[in-house]
């Protein structure tokens, strides 16, 4: 932006690239949160220091080996850094490093946004998700009961959006619950939980003394709560009883009333009518609560990597 006035003053804004974002991947779904931000990272012009899970290396590098690939000249603008925490605990307290964007637990996240504070960095923080799905009694249960299949069964689970908590008018209730285990008995999952240590995870979250955990805390696996409720209002009171806010779905007929529902659901994204896998690169990504802050991909995003300085220059 340039204005001149009329005593030959110019006002300008500039954007500059932020610097050195310090790039916090998890083991799972790497590719996706690497495609979520480091586009947008870099056509900000700023510098990217990748530091991924130490179980989740591999595949990293066989992106960067892919990018070296396809680019004939690449500038140190994309770095890989190694190791445990303790050399993400520098990245985060290295004075060089004016940005931190993480993607992970919510204890970790909160450590980072504690450590990083006290520099005052700019941290974007993807934290985790207790995401629900209201179920309308106008809503088309086939294509609702097959979409929240795939919404909580996908990548086993481990996914921050996946589906956790369904909440079902009361009048719908057996049917939909009835239509969902009918799918799910004839579902071929190509992405299972494997081994026994999995499998003894699961089962032990099952267990009734575990209940409140379960309505809770994300669980980062297959397990899906249904429950019933009576009025919209009270649909939308129990999916909002989380500290997260990461995504939601809403099933039913298109009427002038669910734009209100949407927009009284505390989360930062939502789908009316359609699955968690449906997803735009110009489109915004982030959390409310405690899912995160900040806002990643979309065009708008470059500018979360970038500062902006006013100038007001005299002639």
Do not use: H
């Amino acid at each position: 932006m340039t204005k001149k006035l009329k005593n030959q003053t110019i006002i300008k804004e500039i954007k500059q690239p932020i610097g050195i974002v310090g790039l916090f991947i998890p083991f799972n779904n790497y590719m996706v949160v690497l495609s979520e931000r480091l586009p947008f990272l870099l056509m900000a012009g700023s510098v990217a220091i990748i530091k991924p899970n130490e179980f989740g290396i591999l595949g990293i590098i066989k992106f960067l080996d892919l990018i070296k690939k396809n680019v004939k000249k690449l500038p140190s603008i994309i770095n890989l850094i190694v190791g445990e925490k303790d050399i993400g605990s520098k990245i985060v307290k290295s004075k060089k490093i004016p940005m931190i964007d993480f993607t992970g637990s919510k204890l970790v996240g909160k450590k980072i946004s504690i450590e990083g504070s006290k520099l005052f960095k700019r941290i974007n923080l993807e934290l985790g998700g207790k995401n629900p799905s209201i179920i309308t009694r106008s809503a088309n249960l086939k294509k609702a009961a097959k979409s929240i299949i795939k919404d909580f069964t996908g990548n086993a689970g481990q996914n921050c959006v996946a589906i956790s908590r369904v909440y079902i008018d009361k009048i719908i209730y057996k049917k939909f619950k009835d239509t969902l285990i009918q799918n799910l008995q004839n579902e071929r999952f190509s992405q299972k939980v494997r081994n026994e240590k999995n499998t003894n995870n699961v089962l032990k979250f099952l267990n009734k003394n575990s209940l409140n955990y379960i309505y809770k805390e994300e669980l980062f696996m297959p397990i899906l709560i249904l429950e019933k409720f009576d009025k919209i209002k009270d649909a939308i009171k129990k999916s909002n009883d989380s500290d997260y806010g990461l995504s939601a779905t809403l099933w039913a007929k298109k009427t002038k009333n669910n734009n209100e529902i949407l927009s009284r659901i505390e989360c930062g994204r939502l789908w009316l009518n359609g699955s968690i896998y449906q997803n735009f690169p110009f489109l915004r990504v982030g959390g409310l609560k405690s899912s995160g802050n900040g806002r990643v991909a979309g065009i708008d995003s470059i500018n979360n990597y970038s500062i902006f300085k006013t100038l007001i220059i005299n002639e």
